[in-house]
C-alpha cells in the first residue's frame, strides 16, 4: 500500500482536471436548486461577518463539525444531531450541507435551535481550503455522514489532531467492488479515520479491507431506518392531509405515491396509474420527484397522456376528478407524506441503477414496492423481503398486476405494511449507539 502523502499527492493531481469536469454541471444544477453565486465564498472558506459570528457564538468546549451532503444525509444527521442535543446541554454543531436542498432544511434545523446549529456549505475539497474551514469553525471533532470521506479535509483535520468519525458509513457491494480496484490509493485516507459507524455486520469486514484497523469499526446500525425520531409530528401530517383534500383528493381516497422519482419514471408510472382506475376508479396519484427542477418535464410528460396535475408549489391548485395526480414540486417533505399513502412505489429502481431508500415508507407503516435496481439499499432490500415486508417487481407490467392486488386486499396489504415496520427493529438504537460512540452519555 503507498504512503498517505502519496495517495494525497496523486489525488490532488487528479483534482483540478475533475473539478473542470463536473464544473459546468454543478453550476447548472446550483441555479435549478436556487443556489446563490454569493454563497459559493464558504465553498472555499470564508464566511460572511454575521455567519462567523454565528459560528464563534457556539459552545466550544464541545464543538462537531457535521457534514452531510443533500437531502439524505441531511435527515441522518438531523436524527443524530437532535439526539446530541438532547443529551449534551454545552455541544455546539456546524452542519455543513453541497446541495442548495440539503442546506435549506440544515438552515431549518439552525433556526429551531438558534445558538447552538449553525448551518454552512461545504468546502471545495482543494489543498488548504479545508484547513482554513477547520481553523475558522475549531471543532472538537470532524462528523461524516454516510460516504463523505473527503481526502484533504480528512487529512487536515488528522494534521490539526482533530478525530474524523464517519458515521452510518455506507458501503454496498457494488460500492466495495469499485473501490477496490483502487485499494491502495484509498487505504491510506481511509486509515485516518478515528472511527467507522457502519449500518450492517457484513461492513465490518469490507471496511478492513480498505486500511482500517479492526478496533476502529463498530457495528451501529442504521440511524436513517432506526425508529427512534423517525415519528413524523401528527400536526405535520393534518397540515398535508389538509392541503391534499384542497386539491380534491380526500380521505379515504386509496392513494398512490411515487416516491424519489427519476427521469422517465413518472410517465410510467402514470401509465399504471390509469390502468389500475380501471378497477379501483377512485385512486389518485401522488408524484414526488427527487430533483424538484425537473417539475416541467414531468408536467409535459403527463400533459401528453391528458392529465393535468395539482402542484404543491401553488397554493390553489386542484386536480382533474377524472385522473387526479398531484405532483409534489417542494422538498423536505415526503416522510409525511408517505403516511397519507396507500401503497408506496420508490424511484430509481425500474430505469436507473441504485434505487432510492424504502425505509421511511416502512416505518410509516406502508406497503413497499419497488423495481429491479435497488442495487445502493442491498441489505435492506433483503431484510424486508426476507420478512415480507415489501415486494420487488420485474418491471411497470408486474407493478400494475402487484399494485392492483394490494388495492383490492387491504389484509394483504396489512401485513406487508406491519411486517415491514417489524424487519426494522434489527436498527433500534443506531442512533444512540452512534451518538455514545462520539459523546458517552454524561454520568
Not at 95 to 122: F, M, N
Not at 123 to 128: A, F, S
Not at 356 to 383: C, I, W, Y
Not at 399 to 421: F, I, N, V, Y
Request: overall charge positive; glycine content about 6%; charged content about 20%.
Amino acid at each position: 500500500m503507498v504512503s498517505k502523502a502519496l495517495s494525497l499527492t496523486l489525488y490532488n493531481l487528479l483534482l483540478p482536471l475533475g473539478l473542470v469536469f463536473m464544473l459546468p454541471g454543478a453550476i447548472i444544477k446550483m441555479r435549478r436548486r436556487n443556489g446563490r453565486w454569493q454563497d459559493l465564498a464558504q465553498r472555499i472558506g470564508f464566511f460572511p461577518c454575521e455567519l462567523q459570528s454565528k459560528i464563534n457564538a457556539l459552545p466550544q468546549r464541545e464543538r462537531l463539525w457535521v457534514h452531510a451532503v443533500s437531502v439524505g444525509e441531511v435527515g441522518v444527521a438531523k436524527k443524530l444531531i437532535a439526539r446530541l442535543l438532547k443529551t449534551h446541554a454545552d455541544l455546539g454543531i456546524v452542519l455543513s450541507t453541497t446541495t442548495p436542498t440539503g442546506h435549506a432544511l440544515a438552515a431549518e434545523l439552525a433556526a429551531q435551535h438558534p445558538g447552538r446549529v449553525v448551518a454552512i456549505y461545504s468546502p471545495v475539497d482543494l489543498p488548504g481550503v479545508g484547513r482554513l474551514m477547520l481553523e475558522r469553525i475549531q471543532p472538537t471533532q470532524l462528523v461524516l455522514v454516510e460516504a463523505e470521506v473527503w481526502p484533504n479535509l480528512t487529512a487536515a483535520a488528522t494534521r490539526l489532531g482533530i478525530p474524523v468519525s464517519l458515521v452510518n458509513a455506507r458501503l454496498s457491494p457494488r460500492s466495495a467492488r469499485r473501490y477496490q480496484k483502487f485499494r491502495t490509493l484509498i487505504g491510506p485516507i481511509f486509515g485516518m479515520l478515528k472511527q467507522v459507524l457502519v449500518q450492517e455486520p457484513d461492513d465490518v469486514t469490507r471496511w478492513q479491507g480498505f486500511g482500517v484497523e479492526p478496533d476502529r469499526i463498530h457495528f451501529t446500525g442504521s440511524i436513517k431506518y432506526d425508529p427512534e425520531g423517525a415519528t413524523v409530528p401528527a400536526a405535520k401530517i393534518d397540515e398535508l392531509r389538509s392541503v391534499l383534500t384542497q386539491t380534491g383528493i380526500a380521505p379515504p381516497q386509496p392513494t398512490l405515491l411515487a416516491a424519489s422519482t427519476h427521469a422517465g419514471e413518472e410517465i410510467e408510472l402514470a401509465r399504471v396509474f390509469l390502468r389500475l382506475r380501471e378497477t379501483v376508479r377512485d385512486l389518485a396519484l401522488l408524484i414526488v420527484p427527487r430533483h424538484v427542477e425537473r417539475r416541467a418535464e414531468i408536467k409535459a410528460a403527463l400533459h401528453s397522456l391528458g392529465i393535468s396535475p395539482a402542484l404543491r408549489s401553488e397554493s390553489n391548485s386542484r386536480v382533474d376528478s377524472s385522473a387526479p395526480v398531484f405532483l409534489i414540486d417542494t422538498t423536505g417533505e415526503l416522510a409525511a407524506w408517505q403516511h397519507l399513502a396507500t401503497l408506496v412505489v420508490v424511484g430509481k429502481s425500474f430505469l436507473a441503477e441504485g434505487g432510492q431508500n424504502p425505509a421511511e415508507a416502512a416505518l410509516a407503516q406502508k406497503p413497499v414496492l419497488f423495481g429491479p435496481h435497488m442495487e445502493n439499499f442491498t441489505p435492506l432490500v433483503s431484510l424486508l423481503l426476507k420478512h415480507g415486508g415489501a415486494q420487488q417487481v420485474a418491471d411497470f407490467a408486474e407493478l400494475e398486476s402487484a399494485c392492483r392486488t394490494l388495492l383490492q386486499d387491504r389484509t394483504k396489504a396489512e401485513q406487508m405494511a406491519q411486517a415491514g415496520h417489524d424487519a426494522l427493529s434489527i436498527h433500534e438504537g443506531a442512533t444512540m449507539r452512534s451518538m455514545e460512540r462520539l459523546l458517552p452519555s454524561p454520568s
